[in-house]
């Protein structure tokens, strides 16, 4: 009797268990719920190799984290600040002598609220954050738009002076002999100053709390590959009924999800952070 009831119990917990690890449990972040996460990428600044504009731009950097501009300008554009970036107050003033130029700055069009184009002009927190890096140098800064397939030819090329707007550099990128290898390979890349997940999110007012739920309905995403990688890499695209790629980015994604043209979104938790915290 008592090993029969043991058994029935362990069977139970055992079907519990494998109902988890097929539902996943949600997260609920203001609106809206985290289903699962999927993916991991790291935002960081890519250099040419020996090129001494890393040292005044890190030096700029630490020194605006010193006094508090990079709390200030994430908390604008994030809601939160979750950066990385070493504080030295002093750390300008040990460059000596700073030359003028203007510096070119390959970004993303499409990583809102990183790096985006709005009315023609760029904008996002990356952007904030390169002008006032500039304006501390007493630089001239432009941006280009560039492809994440793109970046060491950009760079080397020197059609921009560094990588910055909503480029991770976690990438496996061609070099110029056309061999895979990752970016920190071929590039002089910073510290990480910002960690982001790619995550599969609902709203949180409906019915899907769970991936069970979400069979045959429609999922919308960014076409961007770190995203097609994501959802192959996590097996739930056959899931859904439906799989919409857009060129919108997350803004189109969350537009989508709250007028009910898709019952998820794969997007990015900066993103998140900004519809929950900002908008």
Known sequence: MMQSTIKRLTALLLGCLMLLSLTGCAEEVGDYRILRTVGEENFSIGYRVGDTVALYVDAALRTLAAEGTVHKLAVQWLGTDNTAMEEDADALKELGTIPERTLIVGVSESCFPLSYLEDG??????????????????????????ARSDIYVQLSSG?????????????????????????????????????????????????????????????????????????????????????????????????????????????????????????
């Open 121 to 146: 002009e760029f904008s996002g927190f990356d952007i904030a954050l390169a002008k006032a890096v500039c304006k501390r140098l007493g630089w001239e800064v432009t941006f280009q738009a560039i």
């Open 159 to 279: 059609n921009v002076d560094c990588i910055w707007g909503g480029m991770p550099m976690d990438d496996v990128n061609l070099d110029d002999k056309g061999n895979e290898k990752p970016m920190s390979q071929q590039l002089a890349v910073s510290e990480p100053y910002l960690k982001n997940e790619i995550i599969l999110v609902t709203r949180g007012d409906t019915e899907y709390s769970t991936l069970g739920k979400l069979k045959g309905e429609t999922l919308m995403m960014d076409s961007g590959p770190q995203y097609v990688d994501a959802l192959t890499a996590s097996g739930l695209q056959d899931r859904f009924g439906q799989v919409q790629r857009v060129n919108g980015g997350a803004q189109q994604c969350f537009d989508a999800l709250r007028t009910g043209q898709c019952a998820a979104i794969l997007t990015d938790s900066v993103a998140l952070s900004y519809y929950t915290n900002v908008n």
